[in-house]
């Protein structure tokens, strides 16, 4: 691993280091470090230093491959196995530890409030980090999946903002939907 | 769940919601629909409803030879239309519907796309065309003693990490006679690259469920029952031996009889072959219509 240094600084002014390698899970940084802009820090007018750390987190594990696993770590090798029917079953079995290993962590990393999901969502989608980004969406729409509207509104801290009238309108679609639904 | 927390559409530009939303489900999408108004402009908008819908969905609707397909105002009415109107394809000789609950793909192979032992002997089989069927032409059995239907289809076409079952669609007409002797042997198998993955043969019955009651030998012919073709009786009992399958209501007029299952994982060039023999005994059957061969994603959330 390469130990070349960069240095970040948050919104709130607070400087971070990361190696060289892991920042380049994040196309935004990838493409200031490629583009020859290395000396002194890269600002990050929107990334506080609350979430800041909690990205490089993420980027020190996913360094090099971008998030999107083992395929294309190892590039035309994989493309071979596909028409080999013996591959490596040894190989296989790593792979599957290392997935396993990974969801792990993913599971423990992604344990915090809402707040850090939203700010964690923003910054990977403005540092272009996609597996970081996909991660946060996921974790949200499953705070919507088989939820009842009820359940999705304490789930986000949303306040119906429908009239009265509209309200009863409302309800009556939700009846329509799950009778419908429940055809099924 | 935390009551200390943030109002999700304080923080997040409202793309971000739809991004989220269209990761869920058509009925999540629908249920979100009354939390806000902000969800609900977002749940039902087309930037959602258009990740729900097949990817090749344009492909597949220039190739729609259906007579009356409205403009759609939205994805999302779109999308509802697909799942309660079956669409002709492939200049009529299939139907694509969408699973409502995930927006999967549903498909009927119609009797004429089918491959059907001496399906061109007008002294067997007949092709008359029926009121209730989606399709022109249905295959309606005459008399045959060598009943074998086979049907393909491209894996490709199918949607993918998904477990589908193949199902016959039929009924019997009210003389069918010939179908309590043997039971039926059915296959799935999806051939990748020439070689077969996952194939099984297993006996399910065909006979009408008010036959199964009935012991007798013989071919009971319903005495002075003037029940409509149409009007089968809602339940299947398999009392007698309970673990072979027999068929079932759909509820549209048609009765369907599980053939097997697949896993289509990626879809990549391969085939799936359905059939359906019975064969082993050369009894005389008659009184069989055939409306196709169903592919549909296994019931799931």
């Given at each position: 691993?390469?130990?070349?240094?960069?240095?970040?600084?948050?919104?709130?002014?607070?400087?971070?280091?990361?190696?060289?390698?892991?920042?380049?899970?994040?196309?935004?940084?990838?493409?200031?470090?490629?583009?020859?802009?290395?000396?002194?820090?890269?600002?990050?007018?929107?990334?506080?230093?609350?979430?800041?750390?909690?990205?490089?987190?993420?980027?020190?594990?996913?360094?090099?491959?971008?998030?999107?696993?083992?395929?294309?770590?190892?590039?035309?090798?994989?493309?071979?196995?596909?028409?080999?029917?013996?591959?490596?079953?040894?190989?296989?079995?790593?792979?599957?530890?290392?997935?396993?290993?990974?969801?792990?962590?993913?599971?423990?990393?992604?344990?915090?409030?809402?707040?850090?999901?939203?700010?964690?969502?923003?910054?990977?989608?403005?540092?272009?980090?996609?597996?970081?980004?996909?991660?946060?969406?996921?974790?949200?729409?499953?705070?919507?999946?088989?939820?009842?509207?009820?359940?999705?509104?304490?789930?986000?801290?949303?306040?119906?903002?429908?009239?009265?009238?509209?309200?009863?309108?409302?309800?009556?679609?939700?009846?329509?939907?799950?009778?419908?639904?429940?055809?099924? | 769940?935390?009551?200390?927390?943030?109002?999700?559409?304080?923080?997040?530009?409202?793309?971000?919601?739809?991004?989220?939303?269209?990761?869920?489900?058509?009925?999540?999408?629908?249920?979100?629909?009354?939390?806000?108004?902000?969800?609900?402009?977002?749940?039902?908008?087309?930037?959602?409803?258009e990740r729900f819908l097949p990817s090749d969905i344009q492909l597949i609707l220039s190739s729609s030879v259906s007579p009356f397909l409205p403009n759609f105002s939205s994805k999302k009415e779109q999308f509802l239309h697909l799942c309660d109107n079956p669409?002709?394809?492939?200049?009529?000789?299939?139907?694509?519907?969408?699973?409502?609950?995930?927006?999967?793909?549903?498909?009927?192979?119609?009797?004429?796309?089918?491959?059907?032992?001496?399906?061109?002997?007008?002294?067997?089989?007949?092709?008359?065309?029926?009121?209730?069927?989606?399709?022109?032409?249905?295959?309606?059995?005459?008399?045959?003693?060598?009943?074998?239907?086979?049907?393909?289809?491209?894996?490709?076409?199918?949607?993918?990490?998904?477990?589908?079952?193949?199902?016959?669609?039929?009924?019997?007409?009210?003389?069918?006679?010939?179908?309590?002797?043997?039971?039926?042997?059915?296959?799935?198998?999806?051939?990748?690259?020439?070689?077969?993955?996952?194939?099984?043969?297993?006996?399910?019955?065909?006979?009408?469920?008010?036959?199964?009651?009935?012991?007798?030998?013989?071919?009971?012919?319903?005495?002075?029952?003037?029940?409509?073709?149409?009007?089968?009786?809602?339940?299947?009992?398999?009392?007698?031996?309970?673990?072979?399958?027999?068929?079932?209501?759909?509820?549209?007029?048609?009765?369907?009889?599980?053939?097997?299952?697949?896993?289509?994982?990626?879809?990549?060039?391969?085939?799936?072959?359905?059939?359906?023999?019975?064969?082993?005994?050369?009894?005389?059957?008659?009184?069989?219509?055939?409306?196709?061969?169903?592919?549909?994603?296994?019931?799931?959330?």
């Amino acid at each position: 691993m390469s130990s070349t240094k960069i240095f970040l600084k948050s919104s709130d002014d607070k400087t971070f280091e990361i190696d060289e390698t892991a920042a380049r899970a994040s196309e935004t940084l990838k493409n200031i470090i490629d583009g020859g802009c290395l000396d002194g820090v890269i600002p990050l007018p929107n990334v506080s230093s609350n979430i800041l750390p909690k990205v490089i987190e993420y980027c020190k594990k996913h360094g090099g491959d971008n998030g999107s696993s083992k395929k294309i770590a190892n590039g035309g090798v994989d493309k071979d196995k596909e028409i080999l029917p013996d591959y490596d079953e040894e190989e296989d079995k790593r792979e599957k530890v290392r997935v396993d290993e990974l969801k792990k962590w993913e599971e423990e990393y992604m344990d915090f409030d809402q707040q850090v999901l939203y700010d964690l969502m923003l910054a990977a989608n403005y540092l272009h980090i996609k597996g970081l980004l996909d991660l946060t969406v996921e974790k949200a729409a499953s705070m919507i999946r088989g939820r009842t509207p009820d359940q999705i509104r304490e789930n986000f801290n949303i306040n119906s903002d429908f009239t009265p009238e509209e309200e009863e309108e409302m309800i009556l679609i939700e009846d329509e939907w799950d009778d419908e639904w429940a055809f099924d | 769940m935390e009551q200390e927390g943030t109002n999700v559409l304080y923080v997040l530009p409202e793309g971000f919601i739809a991004e989220i939303l269209s990761r869920t489900s058509p009925r999540d999408a629908c249920r979100s629909s009354v939390v806000s108004s902000i969800f609900r402009s977002t749940a039902d908008s087309d930037s959602v409803w258009e990740r729900f819908l097949p990817s090749d969905i344009q492909l597949i609707l220039s190739s729609s030879v259906s007579p009356f397909l409205p403009n759609f105002s939205s994805k999302k009415e779109q999308f509802l239309h697909l799942c309660d109107n079956p669409l002709l394809i492939d200049n009529g000789t299939k139907t694509l519907a969408l699973e409502k609950c995930n927006g999967k793909k549903c498909y009927m192979i119609g009797a004429k796309e089918l491959s059907i032992a001496w399906g061109d002997t007008p002294m067997y089989w007949n092709w008359p065309s029926r009121p209730e069927s989606r399709f022109s032409e249905v295959a309606e059995l005459l008399e045959v003693c060598w009943l074998e239907i086979r049907g393909k289809m491209e894996t490709r076409f199918l949607s993918t990490n998904t477990t589908y079952v193949a199902y016959l669609v039929f009924k019997f007409k009210y003389d069918a006679s010939g179908f309590d002797y043997e039971p039926i042997e059915v296959s799935v198998k999806l051939a990748s690259g020439g070689r077969p993955k996952h194939g099984e043969v297993k006996s399910v019955y065909s006979k009408r469920p008010e036959e199964t009651e009935a012991e007798g030998e013989v071919p009971v012919k319903r005495k002075a029952d003037s029940r409509s073709e149409a009007e089968v009786p809602k339940e299947t009992k398999t009392d007698s031996v309970p673990e072979r399958e027999a068929p079932k209501e759909r509820g549209d007029g048609w009765m369907e009889l599980g053939m097997g299952e697949f896993f289509n994982e990626r879809g990549v060039d391969g085939v799936v072959e359905m059939s359906l023999k019975e064969i082993k005994v050369l009894w005389c059957i008659s009184g069989l219509i055939i409306e196709g061969i169903e592919l549909r994603p296994k019931e799931n959330l």
